[in-house]
Every structure is written in C-alpha cells, then in structure tokens.
C-alpha cells in the first residue's frame, strides 16, 4: 500500500530545507529565523521541534540549534542537486572602515592570523560566525572586509539582498558594541554571477573545452555546477538569464510576421481590379 503524501507534509519538508539552509549559514537561534521564514514562532517551534525528532537538527541550551550529520548530509544534497539549476553568487565582498575599536573587533574575530604584506600593510584573515574576514591595517587607514558564502536563487536582485543582509547581521553585535565606531558598508569588488545556461553547455560541448573567455564573460564547467556563463554585472547577468525569453520573443514575432505576410500575398484582390 503507498502511503499519500499530505500537503502538511510537503510544507514541512520545504520549510525545514529553508531552517536547515539557514542554520548552515549560521542562523542558528528562532529570533534570527523568523524575518527569512515569514511564519509565526508557534510554527516556527512546530517544525523545530519535528525537524528534532527526524534526527536533522540539535538544540542546546541557550536556544541555539545545530546540524547533526543527517542534516548536514540534507544541506549537501539539495545544494548538489537543486543549486546545479539556480543562479550562484561568488566572491561577493563587502567592507567598512574602521574609525575605532580595533582591539575589541580583534575579539570578536576567531582564529584570527597575522601577515605582513609587502606594501606596509598588515593583514589579519579569521572568520566571524561563517563567514571570512579580513582586517587591513596601515599608518592611515583600517578596514575590515567579509566575503559572503555562496549564496543560490532564482531572481539575482534577491540573492545581492540576502548577501548583504547576510553580511549586516552578522556585524550587528559589533555595530551596537559602543567601543567601536564603523563606517559606511560598500561592496569592495564586483561578484561572480555563475548562470546555468544552455548556450555555455552547447558551446562548452562542440569545443571540448572546460572554459571559454569572451568579452561578454567566461563560460565554465566547474566541480558540483553544470555549465555556466559567468558574469560580474548584476545588468549583464539579467539579460544573459532572459536571453531564452527573448530568442522565444523573437520567434513569435517571426511567425507573426510571416503568417501577415502569407496572407497579403494570397489575399483577393480588390473589387475592379483583375488579374
């Protein structure tokens, strides 16, 4: 006997891929999973606690939840599988200047390294939450710069969004720190867009190639993706992913327009004149 799948079911699972996604991320208490969710906390401890009961997720004491084995393994799969058909952004990195608090932001870094750069500059690369950080000090200046984690989507506007929220959530204990002063958060370089795409597959096929460079970007067949134009303007990334809808476009005005011609070409004549 097959067993129906009920659409509470299905909600559940497409809500705990969502949780499991965002505890990856390092949101990994209720508070700072509600705004991304958008369901009440009595749903929200619902799916929790369900998603505990499945093996997928542990809760310690502080209200803080993390992924067991199984869960990592769910996390890996749907990246492996359904990220091989979304929109990707890489190398996305933001950074702020420091105008004090150098030696509190120090700790809140883990791990932080040392090195000394050929420019006079010193350079210390750690991790804060999951991300990797990068603090940059010189004679005049200091900047603290994070790169976000690759991020997957569908609509590229969305995933710039939650990049940059990503990133703003994750300094919000530092913003409130009243020992240090930050500045303005600005993007310090232009992010990869890596766009699964039928013309990178096709060309990528016929030239045997694993990489193509052009002006209009590189199409690239790289580890866990399948073939994608890659590009660094959000603009440019927008019409590479409509170019199907165009070409589609295209042909129903081609047809529109042969069809019109056909008929003027058959048409009857007018009445008084003959052929």
């Not at 609509?155 to 303005?184: C, P, S, W």
Request: with cysteine; charged share 30%.
């Amino acid at each position: 006997m097959v067993k129906k799948i009920s659409k509470k079911n299905c909600k559940h699972t497409v809500i705990a891929i969502k949780i499991i996604q965002l505890i990856f991320e390092g949101y990994d208490s209720p508070s700072s999973m509600y705004e991304y969710l958008g369901i009440s906390k009595e749903k929200l401890n619902y799916h929790l606690k369900k998603m505990i009961v499945n093996g997928l997720i542990l809760k310690y004491s502080q209200g803080i939840y993390e992924l067991t084995e199984a869960g990592k393994k769910n996390n890996a799969t749907y990246v492996k599988e359904d990220g091989k058909r979304m929109v990707q952004l890489e190398n996305m990195r933001f950074k702020c200047k420091i105008y004090d608090g150098f030696e509190k932001i120090m700790e809140y870094i883990r791990n932080p390294k040392k090195t000394q750069l050929n420019n006079g500059v010193t350079q210390y690369t750690g991790k804060l939450k999951n991300l990797s950080v990068r603090v940059f000090v010189s004679e005049k200046n200091q900047t603290l710069e994070i790169t976000c984690e690759k991020k997957l989507g569908t609509n590229h506007y969305e995933i710039y969004y939650d990049a940059r929220k990503q990133v703003e959530d994750t300094l919000i204990r530092m913003i409130k720190d009243n020992e240090i002063t930050l500045g303005i958060l600005e993007q310090s370089m232009n992010p990869e867009w890596a766009i699964p795409h039928t013309f990178a597959e096709i060309i990528l096929e016929n030239t045997e190639s694993s990489q193509i460079r052009t002006k209009n970007g590189v199409m690239n067949r790289s580890k866990g993706r399948n073939a994608d134009w890659e590009v660094d303007d959000i603009i440019q990334a927008e019409r590479i992913m409509n170019i199907p809808n165009d070409i589609e476009k295209i042909h129903q005005q081609l047809g529109q327009m042969i069809q019109q011609y056909e008929n003027n070409e058959f048409k009857e004549p007018s009445s008084g004149i003959y052929m």
